[in-house]
């Protein structure tokens, strides 16, 4: 009986191990954007709630923008209307 509790136990133990490692690991690149996920449209910039940049360790460079309502989508932060939207919120920043 000791040894199946014992062969129990480590099954438990290891089960758990691995899934906090696979969590880590999707956690990391659940913020990156792949290729068929970046949006092309301008998103109007009432409708931003804010951006983060991807992890330099993610395929693409990219901006995660999240909406109001929760949405997030992938951006190309290399697009003028992203760069122009940027810009205007740094000089928010700075004039307050």
């Known amino acids: 009986m000791k ?15 691995t ?3 696979g969590a880590s690991l999707r956690s990391s690149y659940s913020v990156c954007c792949y290729k068929d996920m970046f949006i092309r449209k301008k998103i109007p ?3 931003i709630k804010g951006y983060q940049k991807t992890p330099s360790n993610c395929s ?7 909406l109001l ?4 989508f992938c951006v190309d932060p ?16 700075i004039s307050t």
């Open 78 to 93: 290399e697009e003028g209307w992203f760069q122009q939207y940027q810009q205007e919120k740094e000089a928010t920043r």
């Open 45 to 47: 910039t009432s409708l």
């Open 3 to 17: 040894v199946f509790s014992l062969a129990l136990l480590t099954l438990l133990l290891v089960a758990l191990w």
């Open 19 to 21: 899934g906090s490692q």
């Open 60 to 66: 693409h460079k990219a901006v995660r923008v999240e």
């Open 69 to 72: 309502k929760g949405k997030k």
